[in-house]
């Protein structure tokens, strides 16, 4: 039975990991430094912890499930414990794209990532739909990538990250370059960016003299149905006004050079910003 040595086992992403692990074929020894954590981890689902080196000593995975500023650090604490061919998982390509995991060629660095749940679904269940971060209920895709080891690792790693993300549809293998373009590139510095500015345009038209609740009715309505017939959910097309909008707004609310954000600079400049 493979062993896994948990680390953050109480915190915001680490408790998630513990619930799904539950049951599951892995051994899985919960570390958590924070008194808050540990309470949690003890009253919530009834688990005991224990101290790094006794969580490392025969591990055949780590989880690192800290923050990405702290992956750095804990991975330099723990590195004189880890033998050779110890996997190590990391939840983001932040730190492991930012060069911060070890110089050890002898491990193995598996990284994944949930592509969280869909706007567009078939969850009927009213928990799965209101789910919106996923690994509880909704069903949902992700991203890995083995950044280096052997490559009958990737199963390893890819198994125990659909756990990790469980109810898992789709698993995708990218590279750790990759799955950066996808986070903080494409989710983060373009979609978030963007969703912020239309959540600012409804406070102008609110401000403007529209109803609170009928621009976002207006706004989160005309989002499902434009986003299905541009990324192809249903047929269908634009009206030409519409087609007219898009070819007068598009220039006035995006740089002609936005694309830039993708440059391998601009991700490595956003990677560091957050680690």
């Known amino acids: 039975m493979t062993t896994i040595a948990l680390f953050g086992a109480g915190g915001k992403m680490g408790y998630r990991l513990s619930t799904n692990f539950s049951g599951s074929p892995y051994t899985i020894r919960h570390v958590e430094v924070s008194d808050a954590g540990r309470e949690r981890?003890?009253?919530?689902?009834?688990f005991d912890t224990v101290s790094a080196d006794e969580a490392l000593k025969g591990a055949d995975v780590v989880i690192l499930a800290v923050p990405d500023t702290h992956i750095g650090k804990v991975?330099?604490?723990?590195?004189?414990?880890?033998?050779?061919?110890?996997?190590?998982?990391?939840l983001d390509a932040a730190a492991p794209f930012a060069?911060?995991?070890?110089?050890?060629p002898d491990l193995t660095y598996f990284v994944t990532h949930p592509c969280h749940p869909p706007i567009f679904n078939d969850e009927t269940d009213m928990a799965a739909k209101k789910d919106?971060?996923?690994?509880?209920?909704?069903?949902?895709?992700?991203?890995?990538?083995?950044?280096?080891g052997p490559e009958e690792d990737y199963a390893k790693g890819e198994a125990i990250a659909k756990?990790?993300?469980?109810?898992?549809m789709r698993s995708h293998r990218v590279s750790v370059e990759q799955m950066a373009l996808l986070e903080p590139g494409l989710s983060e510095t373009v979609c978030a960016s963007l969703l912020v500015v239309m959540k600012e345009a409804v406070d102008e038209v609110v401000a403007r003299g529209v109803d609170k609740q009928?621009?976002?009715?207006?706004?989160?309505?005309?989002?499902?149905?434009?986003?299905?017939v541009i990324f192809g959910e249903t047929k269908?097309?634009?009206?030409?006004?519409c087609n007219k909008a898009i070819e007068f707004g598009?220039?006035?609310?995006?740089?002609?050079?936005?694309?830039r954000v993708f440059e391998p600079e601009e991700i490595a400049a956003s990677i560091q910003r957050i680690t």
Do not use: C
Request: proline share 4%; net charge positive.
């Open 99 to 104: 060069g911060h995991l070890p110089n050890r």
């Open 163 to 168: 756990i990790i993300w469980a109810p898992v």
């Open 236 to 241: 269908g097309v634009f009206s030409d006004a």
């Open 75 to 90: 991975a330099t604490s723990i590195e004189s414990k880890l033998v050779s061919g110890t996997m190590v998982v990391v």
């Open 41 to 46: 981890l003890k009253t919530g689902l009834g």
């Open 250 to 259: 598009k220039p006035v609310l995006m740089r002609d050079d936005w694309k």
């Open 132 to 148: 919106y971060f996923g690994g509880v209920k909704a069903k949902q895709h992700m991203v890995s990538a083995l950044m280096q």
């Open 214 to 228: 009928a621009a976002l009715d207006f706004l989160l309505g005309h989002m499902n149905v434009l986003g299905a």
